[in-house]
């Protein structure tokens, strides 16, 4: 019979181990997490009023200085046929609600007051997560008006 021993130092263990769990937490840190929270780096600020209403003029858009209607709206977290022609709009200015499913996000309102030729009211709506603009759209309520996106409207609006 043949016996082994081994002598082992706790204090190497220890800082073996110290140094993969900060591995493993680093690696948590940079590569995971929400994927909602890591799109907010590409996507515009709007902590507070003053910078929504600054985002809707870069656009071209003059809106109220204060909104006519805000609150909270949840994103869904399985797509209906509404919400999926709604995220097309979305994707086509580069927002994708979808990421969001399931999280629930602040939504402002403004009234426009330079769509060209408007007969009825124009809202610019706002969806905001985490401080950061993450979709919208521009709504004529005339009886032939759309939903359009904030960007491809805002050139039409020149």
Known sequence: ???????????????????????????????????????????????????RVAFLKELGWEVSTSPTDSGQVKIPETASDAFSRYNELQKSQGYDLSRYGGKTVMRYVYKVNNFPEATEPVYATLLVYKN???????????????????????????
């Open 1 to 51: 019979m043949m016996v082994m021993t081994a002598k082992v130092d706790i204090k190497k263990i220890l800082i073996i181990l110290g140094a993969i769990v900060a591995l493993i937490i680093g690696c948590i840190w940079v590569f995971g997490g929400d994927e909602a929270d890591t799109q907010t780096a590409t996507v515009p600020a709007a902590s507070d009023n003053d910078s």
């Open 132 to 158: 950061q603009i993450i979709g919208g759209d521009i709504t004529d309520t005339a009886p032939e008006g759309k939903i359009l996106p904030l960007k491809k409207a805002a050139t039409t609006a020149d």
